[in-house]
Nanobody
Framework: QVQLVESGGGLVQAGGSLRLSCAAS????????MGWYRQAPGKQRELVAR???????NYADSVKGRFSISRDNAKNTVFLEMNSLKPEDTAVYYC??????????????WGQGTLVTVSS
């Protein structure tokens, strides 16, 4: 099995910053793309940012210029640096990864989610 564990959520004032981390562990052969999604109350889960194994990135239009995704392949960890936070960024943020386990099975894995609350 492969697990993702997120950390770094919390309460911040508008204009502030937070850094989310997500570490993959378990029976990992390799990690492909990793990403962050979010789900606000009453809304569908949406992609925030995604990064491939070679570092190519893409972002939701709503976070471009404010959020930055990066990864440490040696530690199977992905980060989301969030700056200039707005109240509309309030959501549960979920880490996602595509992984090959040691039996070469492809798995899509989700973390448990971490709450980010931005106060106005």
């Amino acid at each position: 099995q492969v697990q993702l564990v997120e950390s770094g959520g919390g309460l911040v004032q508008a204009g502030g910053s937070l850094r989310l981390s997500c570490a993959a562990s378990g029976s990992i052969f390799s990690i492909n793309a990793m990403g962050w999604y979010r789900q606000a109350p009453g809304k569908q889960r949406e992609l925030v940012a995604r990064i491939t194994s070679v570092g190519s990135t893409n972002y939701a239009d709503s976070v471009k210029g404010r959020f930055s995704i990066s990864r440490d392949n040696a530690k199977n960890t992905v980060f989301l640096e969030m700056n200039s936070l707005k109240p509309e960024d309030t959501a549960v943020y979920y880490c996602n990864a595509g992984a090959l386990d040691v039996n070469y099975r492809y798995l899509e894995v989700w973390g448990q989610g971490t709450l980010v609350t931005v106060s106005s």
